[in-house]
């Protein structure tokens, strides 16, 4: 392949991340070959609609509302999906690699349900399918899983990887309800008008099967992760955590056990001293643990037109050198399908619960008889607030490690207890 | 190339990090051969002693004294070198390329002093030169900006880099004295016999020379970086600098301006909310900013016979990948020779001053008038404890961002008045 001959990019998508990977290539073209060791040319932009107002200047012959103009130019040697969402994408990204062509995506859905499939499809067509962007936005994390670490046994990766929530986690500690925080969320640009993929804790789950899939050479599957939303966490939590010494995170936390993985997204207590305790407002943090490196913890902007075209120019760069070589620069991937999810009754957690209860004696005797029966260690016992135009007492019981299964069966139980009105929070302690 | 035929490595050096290289390699074959997609084969290893008794079992057939079983050996393709020190690892590196030999090392010195010129030499032999683990241990940094980055113009990179400091400064905010802190590092193995390449910052600026060129793509020598070493912190200053907001850490900062970089290595007072104010122990840290992805900051054990194996190993991977295919994966360089360092005269900064003065009327009068006449703006004048014994006072002073120059000659000058005794300690402030 003559080096000579610019390489030639359609572009999936014109919103917030696509403007931004087109404003990079349209303004810094010398830059950007002279790194890539060829010419790079924007040849095609797939857009929704050719009339709407951009916040870039892209020339209007380069833009067009048919997939076609870029999936069956034979001249367009690199596809990149920055357009988001699981249908029609997925069928673009699968035609672009059927076509011969090299992928490059920033779509955590597509890649989380269909990853594995879409990247033996590329190695069978000898085409490289790359997604950094597709996780953290610009944090270098599916490279240093690919290259980096591969000297290591991965044992655990440990993330707060969903901006959003984070974010309204955040205004949550320093008082405000979950409506205000999602509300100043969206106002603020980090969350959708509708909010449950994040909040509901799918965004994150997404993200956490990708970082397994590769972290292990495994095959993650979003559902098999057990997953909770924030949306049980209430404000009076955020008190309580701080008296214990933690703070109230999404973590997203994966872990090898022999012959199986544990894999889980939910909200967490998390010690002060904690790295990811202390990750702010939108911040991605990403806590990894291999056998030889030990801890490496990877800190930025995990979301955001900018951080995610850094990522998706950064894999155009490196493609387009290995292009210009005509090989694959890029390992190929393996998944041992061997490997599976522990359910999560099987992993061993801590819990936290935040209870009501009637404010008369036998009460703690009734509680501290279920976590026997279910064989859990109580470890911390607090009575908090009393009321007394109900006279009713909120509890709050922190436990040792325990099967999760017992923990949840703990909580089924105490709701049936006579002298419990209702076991308002139950968080897993990290 | 076959894949069948294995890849031969000769190992130079045999202790923290070569018995860890040599350890990963003989025990986990199968599985680094796999990822490698070739395998990988231990065919010599240079000691300086055979009889020595050493931590782990290497056949006693793979050792030799003699350099030139690895570096007049046709059937060696790679060469790891981990012995470290200038010469004579520079003269090795050089033959390996001069041989055509890949060559993967974790010297700093070597990397930090001779890096463009080997980087030269070994594009001109068509062979790679991999030095991940020549700064910050097994945190991916070489390869992050190599390839993850590549989008970006990098904008600054400030890091906590070298631990042993960063440990003698902890245990000294914690009330040690320095000579304390020392012994206490010797003994945790985080300090060398002598430990003047750490104390002094030599080793931090190698570290920030390596990091300077490869992130602006220039040569920053390591002669060309203002060092100063910690001796000149003192306890008191932890005391003071805590109750200002400010950490004491050793820092290596690099910063792009119009046609030149900032390049400085130095203690520095870090404001508590900062990142690199809360690098524990013997843990490096580096931030980096990028005009695409913003801010990330990478964290990890920089040092120790394992983690730099995990980036050695890595690297061979990697390497292995590129030979097995016929390829170089890696960019090569480009240095730009019209970028130069800015002397530290005319660099803006803040500063800490702490003078012991008499303590009679007229000395902040004085002292005043000094940093008036520099141009200099302070932002605080705090008296701290006073000595009634000898009528002497202690005063803190910190300063506006002003010319690094300014605040030099205010110190020089301060020092000349009649009734300051001494000026005690000058710190930036970061």
């Not at 997404?206 to 397994?212: R, W």
């Not at 939910?266 to 790295?275: F, G, K, Q, S, V």
């Not at 991605?284 to 801890?295: C, H, I, R």
């Not at 099987?346 to 009734?366: M, N, P, Q, S, W």
Request: proline letters at 4%.
């Amino acid at each position: 392949m003559s080096t000579t001959r610019p390489l030639n990019v359609g572009l999936i998508g014109l919103g917030t991340v696509g403007s931004q990977v087109a404003e990079r290539m349209l303004s810094w073209g010398p830059q950007l070959s002279r790194r890539a060791g060829v010419e790079l040319c924007l040849k095609r932009v797939l857009v929704r609609d050719l009339t709407k107002r951009r916040s870039i200047e892209v020339a209007a012959d380069l833009l067009t509302t048919d997939p076609s103009a870029i999936l069956d130019d034979r001249s367009i040697e690199v596809v990149i999906e920055v357009a988001g969402g699981d249908e029609p994408m997925r069928s673009y990204i699968e035609r672009a690699i059927l076509a011969g062509k090299h992928v490059i995506t920033a779509n955590k859905v597509v890649m989380a349900k269909h990853g594995p499939e879409l990247l033996d499809q590329a190695a069978g067509k000898n085409v490289d399918v790359y997604f950094e962007a597709a996780v953290g936005g610009g944090i270098p994390l599916i490279s240093t899983f690919r290259m980096d670490l591969q000297a290591n046994k991965i044992e655990r990766v440990s993330a707060v990887i969903n901006g959003t929530t984070n974010y309204v986690l955040g205004r949550m500690a320093s008082g405000s309800t979950m409506t205000d925080a999602i509300r100043e969320a969206q106002e603020a640009g980090y969350a959708e008008a509708d909010p449950t993929d994040d909040i509901g804790g799918f965004d994150a789950a997404y993200k956490l099967a990708i970082l397994g899939s590769i972290a292990y050479e495994i095959k993650v599957r979003p559902d098999e992760i057990y997953r909770e939303g924030i949306e049980g966490v209430e404000p009076v939590d955020f008190r309580y955590a701080r008296e214990l010494g933690f703070a109230i995170k999404l973590i997203a936390h994966t872990q090898r056990h022999p012959g199986r993985v544990e894999a889980r997204v939910h909200p967490a207590m998390i010690p002060l001293d904690h790295p990811l305790a202390r990750v702010e407002g939108a911040e991605n943090a990403v806590f990894v643990e291999g056998d030889l490196v030990g801890q490496v913890l990877l800190v930025g902007q995990g979301a955001g037109g900018r951080p995610t075209a850094s990522a998706v120019v950064g894999d155009l760069i490196d493609l387009a050198r290995s292009i210009r070589r005509g090989v694959q620069s890029r390992p190929s991937f393996s998944f041992d399908d061997r490997i599976g999810v522990i359910p999560i009754g099987e992993v061993k957690t801590r819990a936290y619960y935040r209870i009501r209860v009637d404010d008369r004696a036998g009460v703690l005797a009734a509680i501290g008889q279920v976590f026997a029966e279910e064989g859990v260690s109580i470890s911390s016992f607090i009575q908090k607030d009393a009321w007394s135009h109900d006279q009713t007492a909120e509890l709050v019981v922190t436990t040792h490690p325990s099967l999760d299964a017992s923990l949840q069966r703990a909580r089924e139980r105490m709701a049936q207890l006579e002298p419990v009105r209702t076991v308002s929070s139950f968080l897993r302690v990290f």
